[in-house]
Structure formats: structure tokens, C-alpha cells
């Protein structure tokens, strides 16, 4: 039997004694498409920080194939295999799309390595950026994308690192429903060819179509965690997240054009 | 070809002359590279224009014009008859448009309280009501007051941004994908104070979103955007089932 | 003048590139003094009086029947640039001599720069001795024409213990551990000795390590603007010239203008020269610097010094009949000028001045009041030789 | 003489004046981000302020009233300088904040230069106050009086930054505008006018510095130097823009420095605070107090 | 028009740079020795010892966004490691126990810090590698803990102005206020004999051509692009995989390589070595040069210490009294008013040439080309 991918267990982490995540267990296996939603504040951002090592918790374990995660470094957290993008996009404006997305690739070399000058583009760095469509924009500074393109891009930068978990913090917020839809068909493909995702999203819409498994996290507990329909049917959920459909507005609330 | 200064056809259905906000075949751009060509359109008084497009066509682009952020490089902007191209960003705002900026600003280091406050005493004339009321439309703030805002989550923050910019009493609302980051429930909150909003206090709204039901619920008037052009443009009364969506499917 | 003179550059005479050039219409001098930076508070004053030499000269005829031309260079407290310049004066503006410097730091900054070229420096502060460079003449007191008479005169009036003040460079350190030797062969007590980096302001600590010492009388060293500090924190502090005398040796009429004369009136202190002086020489000197630079400026030892080198060098020049250094050098010896603080020589080997020792206490006007003088001018010992306690120096 | 108390009291009182002239530069450099090397110029130019008062419009026994006027006047002289540099060359440098060390040092050095042409290279004087003369003892520590007078400015300053910075809206625009220009700007703020006010507070501190350090050393183009890198430093232990921790790294700085000198001297004393900052940013890299934010700075 | 065209192609390609790091070699290895006199000939070998430290100046501040205003720290420590191996080597020749400064202060035998320098081998080794671990150590420690922006600049500052007053309060070891002076011979030259100097002009060009060109590689190589990662945004980079501490110590420790490979040359060309040189103003203003001339651009870094040290001395040949305000003014001027420094100013140019060219040449291009770009 194997283990699972990520385990998460008693984690608490604290601001000014405030508790953001208070005691939250979570596993997550391989290979599945996880969605965590939950009410605005709820803590999502913060246990993907967690995780990344951005904060440090207070208590508690986060065990990635079988490493302990808890006081490394960021930038051991990434060479270990987790991968993240951010609720606000950031990349590198002065280098070029494509340099944004090869520096990302370049991760693993070594410094004499690195000494040496980038000649052509490698097959990963090529993927990546056809995959979210900026192929065109290569040669573009990253600094004159829109906040859309510098969604993808960070997405590109991600993938080409092949990483196991990937942690995407809502990346669908403010892309159009054609764009949601090839996102996350580029969520699937990722995940099929063996890539753990999680995805955070206030877009049920967009869960509903990609999750096989929807965990609800409120005031930094796990509230309830099952498939998407359980969770929606789930009272708690729709009291503290979903609200409640009003009849002049018919079932969808608020439905993306797909 | 964008020499000629009067608007094409398909932006003429998206300006009136009686429109409190009317934006007037501008160009601009970031810095020297040009995002917007001939964009005309115009938000009826008392009213809700909502605006949409893929990303990186320059919707914020023109927001962030109409609001002072960025010059315009050719036309016009007039706001309630009066010609504010020319002018600062800050006499816009006291003229009577507010901003709720794209992806969460805010001011990180004052509190809840002080982001609220300190835009109400930019001006004598605002009202400390003014906070009350805001308040009133979000009351998930009221339990942050004293929280830094930077700390906020990001669906907390957008709740902030919406709420500072209503202290001002603004004539003009410009929210530039608001919906983004929150919660489905308090979205339809949002959903229903700007209905409210438009009711009792006479605002109108630019809006930028990319829920299509959400925004056409709102709006009377509608404008697409494409490659730094306004490509249809018209009143939602009478709007053919799915036309936006064809055009936003391009 | 900036040269652009490739045809001048002689590649074919290596070595020694200086050759004054005497063959223009007029002599070129330079003066390189600090009109920037820290030091710029002492040394314009130097500069000015300098230039007072030279109109005078000129307007006597000037030296070989040609006019003096001062070529004016910035040394920016900073001593590689007095070196640079230096260099720049020599071959470029090829001038006969140069007149400069004020910080011994400056000084050793120009010396190598000075020897290679053989080319002549005319030197116009008191300075701590054990140096003796044939291309540097001395025109300020060496160690034992001040800060001996000042040790001297502080054992006479009873002190039996010191405390040594100083800025931290080459002088007062250098001066200290002459002092240190003087102190043990007369049997005067150091209670401590302090050192502070130029430029340093707040004199709180210091003195209250000097209130825990109880010395009879402290020794200065200090430099530039830490004496303003120094005193004025002193006064603060509640010491008077009464309960411990401070005898400073770079403390001259310009520095108590700064000061404020209440801070260090009735402090002694140690020099050559005073405005008040009492020779024609000096009523002359005062009265033509007066009349050139304003009524309210003030006249000190190093000021004097450079308007005196400046007529030394026009002297031994004239004498020499050429402005060669080497000829000067050689015209130069024993060459005696009636100076503002009397008459002074050139000595014959060292190449420094007989000065005459003089010690002064500071008046409340400003002016300082001569309490105490060598009889004569002392010959100048640069490596202290005369002296037995000097030994191993 | 107890060493203790009397080194305290010594650190103390260069704290005050580190104090009095960093607490402009957590207008200038905390709130708006601007390093500007030519605060020690305004500083000086505050002290020419009571030289001009002194020797130019006052007689010379009207010593204290040419000083006490000194203290708004030239509150008034560095803030207008201030004022003018805002509006010439800092308001094209926003968002380069380390653009505007480089150019006001070229300022610091016309402004030296400046002050060198008007006023003359060597130093100048003032003459403190007759009330000023002499000093009390406390506990067997002599406090003079121009020391105590130091103090009780510092004093005074502080409670009034303090109010203006977190009681009065005016300090609350200050501090947004420099948390986000363009947020400010579109919500109304006239930034413009909210950066030429603390640039003028923030160089009238420099210019009321100033009149303090004549009571202490000399008055020359070149005393803002003495002052500037320290005072930068007590910026930063303390925390960009902390008014709490600027008081509490003046005085550890001060303190520090004076009983390290006691032990030492005052070349060892110098660096061996400088080393303790290294050592203690790597405990507190932000400074003493510090404004926490989330995610990616 | 139409060969400086060639010369100077738009795209800087691998062709371009080699016919311009030609023509910059071959006007400094030969233009310059026939048309220089020797005074002006050392003044040029000073500005480039200079040069390199800009060099490195903008290596580390330039590409990596460390504003490091205290480069006089590692000048002085290679520039001390020079002086005090021909200081030992004169005091050997002349049969003297210590070198001159230190019997002023009253140090009769050698200390022992000086004892390895009498080798040659370590002296020169200690010149570029004792910088180059003391900016390790001390990288290390600032970038671990994330101090960066202006709290790194006065950091670096603090360190040179302690450095000066280490060095000032020592003067028994270190010649104090003065520093080292008097200097008759480097490594067989002889440093009063003008055909030796123009020997010691031609080797500080091929070091400062050399080091140039390893700054060069550093930037093009994907090492480079990280460091400008780091620069504009660290934090992110931590979150590729990448420790930023790491990658700015590189670049930091590389820029006090090379500051500290100018501060040995300086010492045969000037001959002085002295706190003077390395405090918090001369640290500034070394960072000052690479602004002016352009801080991204690596030879612009160096053009600018060139021009700026010539000016300067020119300036103050020229206004010995009012140089201060033509320096400050340059400063304020360009540094305001270019941000991108001379380079920038440069590059506008040839922009405006170009066009000028393109509209005589060609009929006058659409206005539409550059939309279609854009919405493209
Ligand atoms: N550094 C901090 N200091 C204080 N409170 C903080 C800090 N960081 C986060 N918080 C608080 O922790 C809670 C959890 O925030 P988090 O960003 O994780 O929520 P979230 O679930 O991602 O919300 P959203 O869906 O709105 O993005 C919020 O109430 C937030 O205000
Ligand atoms: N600061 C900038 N500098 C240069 N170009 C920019 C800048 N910001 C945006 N752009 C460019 O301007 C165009 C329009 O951007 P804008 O942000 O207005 O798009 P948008 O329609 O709001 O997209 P989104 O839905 O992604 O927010 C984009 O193509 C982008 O590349
Ligand atoms: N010689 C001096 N005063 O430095
Ligand atoms: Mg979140
Ligand atoms: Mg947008």
C-alpha cells in the first residue's frame, strides 16, 4: 500500500494570536486533482504558505514522501518537489517571458552550470509556454503582461519544473470562460502525467468540473471533505460558503459563459 | 487608421450624450507601449456599463485611464459634462469617481479602520457616516477593524477595496473585476448591494467582470473589448441570448 | 592653463622630469592647499596668505624680473589627491616650486612624489619632526621650537602630570610619543592619552575620563574642527582654564574665531607667531592682509609661515639667479628674512627655520596674548638630536 | 564620580542628538523612502540659521532671544530647503529610493560648497545662551545645562511626531501615500502636497537639529557630515519609519558608545558599535520595530 | 553612415561586441600610449583601476540590485595587501627591520599580520581572494537574515566608515590616517622611471580588458538572469528552488574580487594607499560612476568611472574652487534626469539617429506597424 503524498497533521499557525490555521489535519494522495474552498479568510492561502515555508507554523507536521517539511527553507521546500503559484502573480518583469520560464527550468543546475549562456530553448521550456499559450509573447518583457498573462505565466514557470505537488492558488480568478476551461484541461494533463495538484478556487463551476475530491476548510479547520456534489449538498458548507440560490436569480449564481 | 477621432460603428450604441461618464475614442497605453485604440464608451447616469474581454485586452487599461493613472494619449474623458482628461487622478476622485483596483490593493500598514478613514478625511465634505455605511454593506469588516490590512486574505481585501472606495460617496463606481477572489456567498451579497447601491444612492458603475450572468444581470448598457478596441457595445435590454458569449469566444 | 602638451612631454630624458620652466614670461608657483573637505577650515586661510606673498612680490618686481604666476590646485582633505596634484603641478605646469599642504598626512602623501621628481615643497605648519626631506622645506615649527617650550613651560608652572589629547593620525601620535619620552626623562606623570578620529564631535566621554584623571594639565593635539567640540563641551562640562589648563599646538587665532573665545579663554598655548605680535614686520602683515581680505579676518602662525616661505623662496631664487631647485636648494642655505615673528633662518642642512618659541593664553576677544618666548630664534632639531631623552626616537 | 551613572547620562545625551537628527529622517526616509544625504546639510544650514540671527540681526546680548527665535526659524530654513529639493529633483524619483541617495549627494555637495561661499571655509560661532552656562549635579553626575536643554528638545519633538503621525489625518495621509501612490491618488489624496508636507516636516527637524548642535561643536559647511551616516543607522535599527524604535536605538547606540569609549577609545568604541549592528540585524534584519507583511514583499 | 551602421548594429550580437571590445582595446592599448603624455598616461591607468571596480560595481548593484556603497572596504583590503608586500620587499632592499611608518609609531619588529607578505605569491593572492571570503562571510550573513534595499546600502556603508576607523585607530599596523606611501618598485618596475610606468599602463588595460570580459560572462549566463531575478523579485525566486542567498553572494563576492584586483593595481600606479581612499565618500562616489554611466549596462559601468575621474580632475584643474559645483550638478543631473545613466542617454540617441536615418532613407512607415505589434 503506498503512502500517501502529503500528510498534514495538528498544524497550527498563529498571527498575534490569531489563529489562521487552528489544528488542521489533511492527506492527500497521489495523482488526484484535490480542490480546498472555503470562505474568504478561511486559511487556504495561509496553509499553501505553510506548506511552501513562507510561514512557519506553530505546531505540527507536513510530511511530503516521507520528509518532514517543517523548518526547511523555501527554496529546499521547491527542490524537494512542491511547486506553487501565487494569489497575486508575480514574476520577473525585466526578463523576458521566456527567460522567466527558463530560469524557472534552470533550477536544478549547478552553479558552473549556470555559468554558461542559455543556447536555444530547452524541450520542457518550449512546452510550458505553449501549454498556456504564451509562445507567442516569449520574447516580450513579463513586465507588460496583463494580470491574466502573468497568471499563465507563473503557471508555465511551475510546470516546466516538473514539480509533484503542484499548489495553484486561484488560478482561474479573472480569466474568461474559454480561458478557465483550457486551464483546467492543463490542470488534468498535468495531473495525468503524475503530477499531484492542489487547487484552491472560489469558482464552483470550475470545481465542479475538475475535482475529483473538494476538501472545505473554515476558520483554519477542515470543515468536510468528499466529492464535489457531497460537499455542495453539505448544509455547514452552504451556510458558511455557498449561500443560498435565490429564486429570482434561478440556479446558477454566479455561472461563467462556457 | 485610428486618425479619425469620431467613433466607429459598432462603439456608437455604447455612448450617449447624456451619459454621466463618457469616454471618447482614447488611446493610451502603458508607458510607450500602446494598449488602447480609439476605445469609446459611455456609463448612463444612474446606471451600470459593464465591460468585458479576454485577458490582456486592456479593460483595466482603460479603467486605470478613466481614473487619472495613465494619461491619455488621444480624446476625451467627461465625466458629468465636464472635461477631465487633463486632470490629477485626486481631482478626479473629488470630482465624484472611485476606484476598486484590480488584484487587491490596498494600504498594507494602516488598519481596516485607517484604510477607511484616511480616504474619508482626504476630503472635508465626505461625512464620517460615510464608513458606517460602507461598513453596513460588509459587515464581515466590522471584526477586522483593528487587522493591518496587508494581513487580510484576499477575499477580505476585496471586500475592503469595495468598501473604501463607497466611503467616499463617489457619483461613479469603476470595479474592476470585484467578484475576483471571493466566496460565491458573499458575491451575491455584492451582487445585491450594488443593486442596492444604484437604487437608493444614485450611483452609477463601470464594471469590469468576467461572470457574464452576473453582469448582465446588472447592467443596462454593455461593451466588449478586443485587442485595445471596443468590438460591440449596446444596451442589454433586448440583448440577443449568447451574443456576448459568441463575441467573448473569439 | 590645462595642458594639452604632447610636444612638451620629453620622452627622451627619463628620470628627473622636473625642470622648472623658466624659460615663459612669467614663474609659475603652485599652491596646493585643501579649499574642500575637512581641512579646507585651516588651509584657505593659508592659501590667502600665500597669495598675499605673491602680489607683494610681483608688485615689488616680482623674482628674476618676472611676475610670479600662482598656479591654484584643490588637495580636497584628501591625501592622494594632494599627491596627484602635486605631480600635475611638476609636470604639467612645471612650476619652480610649490607652496602646500597642512596635515603631516598630506605631507608624507606628497613627499615620495616630491623626492622622484626633484622638485621643491615649501611646507608651512608645525609639525612633529623626524623627517628631513632634501625637496621639502620646513617653514612651520618642527618639535622642538613648540612642543617642547610648551611642555616646558607647563612643568615651570607647576604641572607634574598630563593628559595627551589628540586627533588620531600621524602628528599627534607621533608628537605623543615624544612626549611620552620628555614626560619621563622630567619626571612628569601621563595620566592617559586619547585619541579621537579627525572630524570627531562629541567629547562627552573624554571628558569625563579627563574629570576622573585630575591631571595638573592636558596636552592637545587635536586637529581642525574637534577643538571647537572638544572646548565648547569642556566649558559645558564645568572645567575652566583655572582647575585644568589645556596647552594645544593647532590652536591659533582662526581656530578660537570658530571656537568662540569665551570656550578657550585663558587655555595656553603654543606657537611662533601671534596676530599680536609685537614687530613692525607684523603691523605691516596684519595691516596689508586686512586690507586685502577684510577688516574682521584674523592672522595666525601658519598663515604667517606660508607668506613667509613664499619670500624665502623668492629670496634664495633671486640669490640663485635661477628658479633650478637644486640652485635654490643651495642659495637657500643660511638665507635669514626679517618675518612677521621676527627674524627667521634657513637652516643649512635640515632645511627647516630658527623660530622663535612663543606662548600665549587665549584673551577673550579672541586674540591671543604672548605670556612667555624663547630667547631668540631655537635651531630647528627635526630628529631631536640635542636631546638625551630622545634617545631611540 | 560614579562611572555608571555618568557614562549613562553622557550616552544619553548623544542619543538626543542622534535622535534629534534622525527623527527627520523618519520622515523623509521612513514615510517616503527617500535617503536624503543632504539631511546633514539641512542640519547645517539650521546652524548657520543662529549664526545669521546672532551676528547679523541681534546684538550681541540679545544672545538668547536670537537663539530662541532660532529654533522656529530654522525649523522654517530646512523645511523650505526641503521643500525646494522635493519639488525639483525628489518628486521625479519615486520608486527609486536608492536614486535619491546618489543625487543628494551631489546636492550635499553643492550645499557644502554653497555654505563654504557665503560663509567662509573655517568654522564660525555661536554664542549658547547665558541660561544655558554651566549645569547641575545629580547622583554625582555634573549635567550641563546645554545637555539637559538637548534632551528636553528631543522630548518635545518626539510627542509632537508622535501625535501628528497617529492622531492627526494629515499623518495618516502621509503614511498611505507612501504604502501605495496610486491607491492614494485615486482616492482622492493630493500626494503632491502630501509629500511636499513631510518632506518640509521632516527637513524643519534637520533644521531645529541644527540649532542644537551649536550648542555642542562647530559650525562649518561640513557639520552634517559628522551627523548623517549615524543618524541613517539609527533609522535602521530602529525600524524603517518607527518612531519607538528610533527613540530605543538612539539611546542603545548612544549608550553603547559611550561606555564602550569609557573601556576603550573612541576609534574602538565607533567600530565596535558598527560591528554590533551587523550582528544585531542578524537577529532583527528589519530593525528593531518592525512592519510585518504577508506574502512576497 | 552606412559602416558606423555596420559598426554599430542594433542588436548587440556576438559579432558586435567583438569588433567593439576591439576598437575599445585597441584604443586603450595603443591609441592611448602614442597620444598621452606620461603624467596623463598614469592618470589614465588610475581611472581604470577605478574602472574595474566599477566593473564589479555593476555586477552586483546593476544586475543584482545590491546597492553596495562600502566597495572601499574591499579596495582597501587589496589595495593594503599590495602596498604591505612592497612596503616589506622596500624595507628589505633598504636593510630596514620594519617598514618607515611603523618606527614613527614606535613598532620595532615586524607584527605578525604582516609576515605572509613578505611572499610574493600570497601577496597577490590575498589581493582579489581576501576580499573576495570577507565578502562571503559577510554576504552570508546579511542576505541570509533578507537584509536588502537601503538597509543593505547604509549596511555596506557602516562597514566601510568602520573599516577607515579600524584602520586610522591601528596606526602602527597600518600607517593609520596616512596609509602607505612612498613606493619606489613593483615587482621588478621601477616606479619613478616613466618606460616602467607605460609597462604598468599596458598590464593594468589587459587586467582590466580581463576582468571585464569575466563580468561579461557572468551577466550573459544563465547564473545572470537568476541574479536579475533576485533582483526585482527574491522572494520569488526562493520559490523556484533557488537560495537567493546564494546567488547574491556570488555576485557580491565577485564584485570585492574585483574591487579588491583594482585596489592592488592602484598602489604601483598611484603609489599611496590610504583610508582617504576607501571611506564612506569615496565608497559613494564609486557607486556614483557606475550610475552615471549607466548601471546595467557593464561597459558604461566602466565608462562612467573613466569619465567621472577625469572630469573630476579636469574640473578641478580647470575651477580648483567652484569643481565641487560642477561635480554636484553632473551627479544631480544625470542621475535625475537619466535614469538609465549615460547608457541611456546613448541608446536614445542612436535611436533618434536611426529614425532620422529610416525617414530619409524610406518612405515613412505606417503609423499602423507598431499597433499591430501590440495587439498582435
Ligand atoms: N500575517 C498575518 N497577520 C495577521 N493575520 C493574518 C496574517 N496572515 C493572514 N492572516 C489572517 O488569517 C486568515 C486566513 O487568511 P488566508 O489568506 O489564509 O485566507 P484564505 O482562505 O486564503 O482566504 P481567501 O479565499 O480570501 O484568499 C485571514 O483572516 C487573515 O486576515
Ligand atoms: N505596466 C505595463 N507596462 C506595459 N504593458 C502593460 C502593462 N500592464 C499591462 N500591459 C499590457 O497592456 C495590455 C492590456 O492590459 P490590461 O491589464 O488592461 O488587460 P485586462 O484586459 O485588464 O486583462 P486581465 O483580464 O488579464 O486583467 C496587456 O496586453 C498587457 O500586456
Ligand atoms: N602637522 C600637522 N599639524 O599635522
Ligand atoms: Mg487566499
Ligand atoms: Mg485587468
Known sequence: MSEPLLTVRGLKVVFDGFHAIDGLDLTVERNEIRFLIGPNGAGKTTLVDAITGLVKPAAGSIVFEGNELVRRREHQIVRSGVGRTFQTPTVFEQLSVLENVDVAASFRLALPKLLRARRGTTPEVTAALEAVGLDALADAPAGTLSHGQRQWLEVAMVLCQGPRLLLLDEPVAGMTGEERTRTGELVQRIAGEGTTVLVIEHDMDFVR???????????GRILTEGTVSEVQQDETVREVYLGRPRDARGAGTAEVVS | MSAATAPVDATADGLRSDDLLRVEAVDGGHGSTAVLFGVSLGVPRNGLCCLMGRNGVGKSTVLQTIVGLLKARRGRVIFDGQDITKLRPYDRARAGIAFVPQGRDCFPQLTVMENMRVVQEARRDLPRSGIDDALDLFPRLKDLLDRPAGFLSGGQMQQLAIARALVTQPKLLLLDEPTEGIQPSIILEIEDAIAQLKRTAGLSILLV??????????????????????????????LEDGHVRRLLAV | GCGSSSSESDAETSGSTASADAGGETIRVGILHSLSGTMAISEVTVRDSELLAIEEINRAGGVLGKQIEPVIEDGASDWPTFAEKAQKLISEDRVAATFGGWTSASRKAMLPVFESNRALLFYPVQYEGLEQSPYIFYSGATTNQQIIPGLEYLKEQGARSLFLVGSDYVFPRTANKEIKAWAEANDVEILGEEYTPLGHT???????????????????TLN?????????????????????PVMSVSVAEEEVAGIGPENVAGHPVAWNYYQTTDTPENRRFVEAFRARYGADRVTSDPMEAGYVQVHIWALAAEKAGSTDPEKVKEAARGLTFDAPEGRVRVDDVNQHLFKTARIGVVEPDGQIREVWASDGPIAPDPYLRTYDWAEGL | MDVFLSQLFIGLSVASVLLLVALGLTFTFGQMNVINMAHGEFVMAGAYTVYVLQTSVFSASMATLAFGLALPLAFLVGGVLGLILEFTLIRRLHGRPLDTLLVTWGVSLILQQVARDIFGAPNVQVKAPPFLDGGITLAGVSMPYTRLFIIGLVVVALVAIWFYLSKLPAGRRMRAVVQNRDLASASGVRTPRVDRLTFFIGSGLAGVAGVAVTLLG???????????????????VGGLGQLRGAIIAAIALGVANAYLEYWTDASLAKAAVFGLIVVFLQFRPQGLVVTRRRGLA | MSTLAKLFPARSGRAAFLVRFTLAAATLLLVAPALLNDFRLGLLARYLCLAIIAVGIGLAWGQGGMLVLGQGLFFGLGGYAMGMHMKLEEAAAQNLDVPDFMSWSGVESLPALWKPFESAAFAIAACVLIPMVVAALLGTLIFRQRVRGAYFAILSQAMAAAFVIVLIGQQGLTGGTNGLTNFQSFFGLRLADPADK???????VAIFLGVFLIARQLVRSRYGKVLIACRDAEDRVRFLGYDPTLVKVVAYSAAAG????????????????????????????????VALGGRTVLAWAAAGAIIVSWARTDLSERFPSGWLYAQGALFILVIAFAPKGLAGVSEALQERIKTLWKRRTRTPEPAQERELEVVA
Open chain 5, 258 to 289: 574585483m574591487a579588491g584586483l583594482a585596489g592592488a593595481l592602484y598602489v604601483p600606479v598611484v603609489g599611496i594607499m590610504s583610508p582617504a581612499l576607501l571611506g564612506v565618500v569615496p565608497s559613494i562616489e564609486m557607486v556614483i560612476w
Open chain 3, 202 to 220: 562629541e567629547y562627552g566621554t573624554l571628558i569625563s575620563k579627563l574629570q576622573d584623571a585630575r591631571p595638573d594639565a592636558v596636552f592637545n
Open chain 4, 218 to 236: 562647530s559650525i562649518g559647511p561640513t557639520l552634517g557630515t559628522n551627523y548623517i551616516i549615524d543618524a541613517f543607522l539609527v533609522v535602521i
Open chain 3, 224 to 244: 581642525g574642527d574637534s577643538n571647537v567640540a572638544f572646548f565648547k563641551q569642556l566649558k559645558g562640562a564645568g572645567v575652566t582654564a583655572r582647575d585644568m
Open chain 2, 209 to 238: 467582470e468576467q461572470y457574464v450572468d452576473f453582469a448582465l444581470r446588472l447592467a443596462e448598457r454593455y461593451a466588449v473589448m478586443d485587442g485595445g478596441r471596443v468590438v460591440d457595445a449596446g444596451d442589454t435590454a433586448g
Open chain 5, 198 to 204: 607605460r609597462t604598468l599602463y599596458l598590464f593594468v
Open chain 1, 209 to 219: 468540473r475538475f475535482a475529483t475530491r473538494v476538501t472545505v476548510m473554515h476558520e
